[in-house]
Every structure is written in C-alpha cells, then in structure tokens.
C-alpha cells in the first residue's frame, strides 16, 4: 500500500458526459500528478500541483481540468468525454523536491 | 525533452534465473533521477528501485539491481533468483533533479518491458 488513495476505483460513462476523479495524497506530501496510461499513448503525464497551486502542465486536453485543496486531496475534472478518454488515470504524490513519486492504484475509465 | 527508451517488449526467465531488463534514455541535464517501476496484473505502480544519477555506485534493493552507465545513458535493471511474483509491466522512468536546476518535475517512462515468469 502506497498510502495514495483514489476514488473511484472503476467508472463507466458515456460519450458527452463529465466525471471527477479524486485523489488523496499520501500524509506530509504536498506534491500531486496525474497520469493517463492507455494502450496507444503509454503513460503521460497530465498536470502537477504543488501545496494548492498548478506547478506543470503536461499534454493535459482543454477538457480536462484539475485542482488541489486546502486539505492537498486532488480532483481531475473531465468533460465532454470521447471514447478514446478510457484509460487508467493515476495520481502519484511527492514529498518536496527529490523526493520519489508513489502512485495510487488508479482508476479505471471506461467511456461507451 | 527526455525521452525514454525500452527496446524489449516482451522478456522471460525462468524461475530462480536471472534477467536483465534494458532501458536507455535521452537527456541534456547532468543530474537526474531513474526509476524502474513494476506494474502485476493489478495495473498498481510499484516503486522497484531509484538511482540517482550524481552517484556513481549502482542502487541495488534485495534481488533487484541496476547498473547504470550515465555516459552510455543507459539504465538496465536486473533481477536476480526470479520468483513468480516478479511476473508484470516493468517501466523505466526519468525525472529532472529540481535541486539541480531541473524545471520539469514529472516522470517520463519508457513504454514498458512484460516480462513473463515460467515455472
């Protein structure tokens, strides 16, 4: 147990919709990215927050939107979902600087 | 950019033999961090092992070892007495070092190496 929580664990949706994905990083890390693994793209990076604010962006679409609270739990917001948005997402958190990133289990997407 | 390279798409050992893993990279920046991460059936990203590229002494956790070659820019991960468990996706992985100027804090994999146990 990597002590990074993701909910849900499974989703299925349907072209057009919107899901909100939730990430909540291990205790002490203030650092959160978010992955996308499919079986044409491999594993990308999405986006970094760091302590609430957006520190890197990677090949994150316009649909996709994320946040980090207070509390430093994440939140990926996808919209207006196509099929090719199925993927396993993951967030990894990181303590500062150096430090190795550990992953939560994911959650799988599956969009119909 | 970085990128990462995994020439193997497919590996097998035989249980209690030893396999190597490949991974070569690409990068400009003289100091980094290599990871190699496992992915069993239950599609968890498991931290195997990191190196740190300003150490010149190869990382090494139990059965799991690198050898890190920073002017080949080459990063192989060998396991050694491999049991049934070590079946799974093994990814390598490459993330600047912000303590040495990196700007880019994200990791960036290879496409992976299934590497497949027999009994």
């Known amino acids: 147990d990597s002590g990074v929580t993701q909910t849900p664990k499974h989703l299925i949706t349907a072209t057009g919709q919107r899901v909100t994905l939730r990430c909540s990083p291990r205790s002490g890390d203030l650092s959160v990215y978010w992955y996308q693994q499919s079986l044409d793209q491999g594993l990308q990076f999405l986006i970094q927050?760091?302590?609430?604010?957006?520190?890197a962006k990677g090949n994150i679409l316009e649909r996709f939107s994320a946040q980090q609270f207070p509390d430093l739990h994440s939140e990926l917001n996808l919209s207006s979902l196509e099929l090719g948005d199925s993927a396993l997402y993951f967030c990894a958190s990181q303590r500062e600087g150096g430090g190795t990133q550990y992953f939560g289990p994911g959650t799988r997407l599956l969009v119909l | 950019a970085q990128t990462v390279t995994q020439s193997q798409p497919e590996m097998s050992v035989q249980e209690a033999e030893t396999v190597t893993l490949s991974c070569t990279y690409d990068?400009?920046?003289?100091?980094?961090?290599l990871f190699w991460y496992k992915q069993p059936p239950s599609r968890q990203m498991i931290l195997v092992i990191r190196?740190?590229?300003?150490?010149?002494q190869n990382a090494t956790e139990n059965r799991f070892s690198v050898n890190f070659q920073k002017a080949a820019k080459s990063f192989s991960l060998k396991i050694s007495d491999s049991q049934l468990g070590d079946a799974a996706m093994y990814f390598c992985?490459?993330?600047?070092?912000?303590?040495?100027?990196?700007?880019?804090?994200?990791?960036?994999f290879g496409k992976g190496t299934l590497l497949t146990v027999n009994p």
């Open positions: 992985a490459y993330r600047s070092n912000p303590y040495s100027g990196g700007s880019n804090y994200k990791l960036t």
């Open positions: 190196q740190e590229a300003y150490k010149q």
């Open positions: 990068t400009s920046e003289s100091d980094y961090y």
């Open positions: 927050y760091y302590n609430g604010e957006e520190r």
